[in-house]
């Protein structure tokens, strides 16, 4: 059965999780065909990459693992002598070089929370911290953690990768999946329009009993669930709770979950507080306006 240890060899998984996971980029030089075997190849039929039978159960194990939400795609490029815009996301990458050759460069992270797929062109200036820069083969592996500005370029002609995705269980996540499971009918009552006073006030109760009630284990039990859509007018409270975990943006909130232990009741409590303070009705109604704005321009 295919394992993360297997993808990353020779590190070991303890090592990867303890210095590189969520933290730190590195590659592996590793002159090798036969490490890609399985995982994915070029069908000449369709002319398109094609994942291997490999993939499927080493991508389970990788989630197993990690604690994370993983995915995976192809590329087949040619040659470039320009590389794309460096670009960050929400996921940390293992990039497989299953045929051909790539130059690649990581840079410093510059934002403490990157939005998903962004391109980061101030990256790429002069003074700014090159954390990796290499040149790869077939059989080599990049890890790249999420934040970490990055570029690409295939450096041969008809050069296959493989890019497996890994995104962890963060406590946004969490913040947010306790929201969702808190069962509260006035959740479901109208926001008045303009805000009144007396409204403000029960949006702030609702902020307190949440902090009561919430715990780290029936967090954690929600966690997976099917997001809910951007909601639509008329909006109720827990739309705009939803609106208000959304803007959160606390560097408490970013760090990976792993499996919940007693002590961690403490960073959730230290994390609600923090999110009790950014929360505001207001502003939670501004951004269910914007998220209506971009639908009707789409």
Do not use: N
Not at 76 to 85: F, H, I, T
Not at 152 to 173: E, G, K, N
Not at 204 to 211: H, I, K, P, S, V
């Amino acid at each position: 059965m295919p394992s993360l240890a297997d993808l990353i060899a020779p590190l070991d998984a303890d090592t990867f999780e303890a210095r590189f996971w969520d933290q730190e980029p590195f590659c592996l030089e590793r002159p090798a065909p036969g490490r890609t075997q399985g995982l994915m190849h070029f069908d000449s039929a369709s002319g398109k990459p094609a994942f291997g039978p490999a993939l499927q159960p080493l991508m389970r194990a990788i989630a197993g693992t990690l604690q994370a939400e993983v995915g995976a795609q192809g590329a087949l490029a040619d040659a470039s002598e320009d590389a794309a815009l460096p670009r960050y996301a929400q996921h940390s990458s293992f990039l497989v070089v299953v045929g051909g050759r790539i130059e690649a460069r990581v840079w410093a992270p510059m934002l403490h929370w990157p939005l998903p797929s962004e391109p980061c062109p101030e990256a790429g200036v002069p003074g700014v911290m090159i954390a990796l820069e290499a040149t790869l083969g077939t059989g080599s592996l990049l890890y790249i953690p999420r934040g970490f500005p990055h570029t690409v370029r295939p450096l041969q002609d008809r050069t296959l990768m493989l890019m497996i995705y890994a995104a962890p269980r963060t406590w946004w996540a969490l913040l947010g999946a306790a929201l969702d499971a808190w069962a509260d009918p006035r959740l479901e009552e109208p926001v008045p329009q303009p805000l009144t006073e007396d409204a403000e006030d029960h949006f702030e109760d609702l902020l307190d009993d949440f902090a009561e009630q919430v715990r780290v284990d029936t967090a954690a039990a929600a966690m997976g669930r099917e997001p809910a859509p951007r909601p639509q007018p008329p909006y109720t409270w827990r739309h705009v709770l939803r609106a208000c975990w959304a803007s959160f943006r606390d560097p408490l909130a970013r760090p990976a979950l792993r499996a919940p232990q007693a002590e961690d009741a403490l960073h959730l409590e230290e994390l609600v507080d923090r999110f009790l303070e950014h929360a505001d009705a207001e502003e939670g109604l501004e951004t269910l306006s914007s998220w209506a704005s971009q639908r009707s321009e789409e």
